[in-house]
């Protein structure tokens, strides 16, 4: 079984690095969009505002994710400050989503 650690490519020079992690940045930025519009449905979905930020769900998206990055032989550390911070800014925009769609005059 590979892991993705095992993907990286052995680079020569800091163009080889930045031409890899761009690559990877175009297939990285669309899925964030993509995770971005389902918290516009939970937004939508979500009866009360208290309901945005749910500990229990952080922490069980931290836990799956850090038991992955283990498997795929990355720094579940890391993994795990890159998801915290992630999460913090997307609950924040859960937020604005949900008080946007109940604006007056707003459709859902």
């Given at each position: 079984?590979?892991?993705a650690i095992?993907?990286?490519?052995?680079?020569?020079?800091?163009?080889?690095?930045r031409?890899?992690?761009?690559?990877?940045?175009d297939?990285?930025v669309?899925?964030?969009?993509t995770?971005g519009?389902?918290?516009?449905?939970?937004?939508?979905?979500?009866q009360?505002?208290?309901q945005?930020?749910?500990?229990?769900?952080i922490?069980?998206?931290v836990?799956?994710?850090r038991?992955?990055?283990?498997?795929?032989?990355?720094?579940?550390d890391?993994?795990?400050?890159?998801?915290?911070s992630?999460?913090?800014?997307?609950?924040a925009?859960?937020?604005?989503e949900?008080?946007?769609?109940?604006?007056?005059?707003e459709a859902?």
């Open positions: 079984m590979s892991r095992d993907n990286v490519q052995h680079c020569t020079t800091m163009e080889d690095v031409r890899q992690v761009d690559a990877l940045d297939i990285l669309p899925l964030l969009v995770r519009g389902y918290m516009t449905q939970a937004a939508r979905i979500k009360a505002e208290h945005v930020r749910d500990e229990e769900r922490e069980t998206i836990e799956r994710v038991e992955r990055a283990a498997r795929e032989g990355g720094q579940s890391v993994i795990e400050a890159i998801y915290r992630m999460m913090e800014a997307y609950i925009y859960e937020h604005r949900f008080a946007r769609l109940r604006a007056p005059g859902s």
